[in-house]
């Protein structure tokens, strides 16, 4: 199954697809995560696009299509992926229509105090890449990973400040896609608001329709 999960930043794109990807057996690739291992390797890559990715700015197109056109030809995609933060522009929709079919784009709706609420909490661990939330998802103990014991952080894009940048450069540029897929007859609406269990039931039920 071809997926793509669309939806604003903070509407649990990620945490739905840490499990939609074993119930489906399918990679998750999720383009933000591809940018931030490159940052971490410290690779050219990593480098160029770090300054961007701090801002809440998007990564040019041609950077992020070239990364992803790299990632499906890997042989891991064969029965199918779930993108996760891709595609964010036209170009980009226009340009995986040519590399791949879609079965279904999965749009996750959700307001945007829940949005905020949720990325204000979001912590992760560096090595293991395990997220938490303060609240919805907390740690045994509070500023630690459960498994390794290192202490979490929170993304710098996720800062209030580049929150509001990253809210306004989705609906400017990726909220489009949902009329563009809609149009092709591939969007799935699902409410994000519930529990990431109830999410993800609801999501299961709708691609089988
Ligand atoms: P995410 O983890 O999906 O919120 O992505 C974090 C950041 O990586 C975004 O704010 C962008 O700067 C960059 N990024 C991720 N995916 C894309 C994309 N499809 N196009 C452009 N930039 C992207």
Same mark, same amino acid.
């Given at each position: 199954?071809?997926?793509?999960? &669309?939806?604003?930043?903070?509407?649990? #794109?990620?945490?739905? $697809?840490?499990? +939609?990807?074993?119930? %489906?057996?399918?990679?998750?690739?999720?383009?933000?995560?591809?940018?931030?291992?490159?940052?971490?390797?410290?690779?050219? &890559?990593?480098?160029?696009?770090?300054?961007?990715?701090?801002?809440?700015?998007? !990564?040019?197109?041609?950077?992020?299509?070239?990364?992803?056109?790299?990632?499906?030809?890997?042989?891991?995609?064969?029965?199918?992926?779930?993108?996760?933060?891709?595609?964010?522009?036209?170009?980009? +929709?226009?340009?995986?229509?040519?590399? !791949?079919?879609?079965?279904?784009?999965?749009?996750?709706? *959700?307001? #945007?105090?829940?949005?905020?609420?949720?990325?204000?909490? @979001? @912590?992760?661990? #560096?090595?293991?890449?395990?997220?938490?939330? *303060?609240?919805?998802?907390?740690?045994? !103990?509070?500023?630690?990973?459960?498994?390794?014991?290192?202490?979490?952080?929170?993304?710098?894009?996720?800062?209030?400040?580049? *929150?509001?940048?990253? =809210?306004?450069?989705?609906?400017?540029?990726? +909220?489009? =896609?949902?009329? %563009? %897929?809609?149009?092709?007859?591939?969007?799935?609406? !699902?409410?994000?608001?519930? $529990?990431?269990?109830?999410? =993800?039931?609801?999501?299961?039920?709708? =691609?089988?329709?």
């Amino acid at each position: 199954m071809n997926l793509v999960f &669309l939806g604003p930043p903070g509407a649990g #794109k990620g945490t739905i $697809a840490k499990e +939609a990807k074993v119930f %489906y057996s399918i990679p998750h690739i999720s383009t933000g995560d591809l940018f931030r291992a490159e940052q971490e390797k410290g690779s050219e &890559l990593g480098n160029k696009v770090k300054a961007i990715i701090a801002s809440g700015q998007l !990564v040019p197109d041609e950077i992020t299509i070239e990364m992803v056109r790299q990632r499906l030809s890997q042989d891991d995609t064969k029965n199918g992926f779930i993108l996760d933060g891709f595609p964010r522009t036209i170009a980009q +929709a226009d340009a995986l229509a040519g590399i !791949v079919d879609l079965d279904y784009v999965v749009n996750f709706v *959700v307001d #945007k105090d829940a949005v905020i609420k949720r990325i204000s909490g @979001r @912590r992760f661990c #560096k090595s293991t890449g395990r997220t938490y939330h *303060v609240i919805y998802n907390p740690p045994k !103990v509070e500023g630690i990973d459960d498994e390794t014991g290192e202490p979490l952080y929170q993304r710098e894009d996720d800062a209030p400040e580049r *929150v509001a940048t990253r =809210l306004e450069v989705y609906e400017k540029s990726t +909220a489009p =896609l949902i009329a %563009y %897929y809609r149009d092709k007859g591939l969007l799935v609406d !699902v409410d994000a608001s519930p $529990a990431p269990e109830t999410v =993800l039931e609801n999501m299961k039920k709708a =691609l089988t329709k």
